[in-house]
């Protein structure tokens, strides 16, 4: 797993793939190993593109803000 210096809370990680959750939800793959949910659930959270595959297909290659890589790891 890549591991950056966290100056924020998170860190940039590009899209590599998708797949649905147990509930049918979208949830991005990162580069990283981590994944996030990208529901499209107006209006708190707007994001149409993530209901057809073409819209999906065409975030692959952007980035989200990865929390979880600047989260310490369980012991």
Known sequence: ??????AGSAIPRRI??????E????????????TQHVRHDP???????VITES???TFLGKT????????PEAA
């Open 1 to 6: 797993m890549q591991r950056d210096t966290c």
């Open 16 to 21: 590599v793939g998708f797949h649905q959750d």
């Open 23 to 34: 509930e049918n939800d979208w949830v991005a793959d990162l580069e990283c190993g981590h």
């Open 43 to 49: 209006p708190w959270q707007v994001r149409p593109w």
């Open 55 to 57: 819209g999906r297909a």
């Open 64 to 71: 989200l803000e990865c929390v979880k890589c600047c989260q």
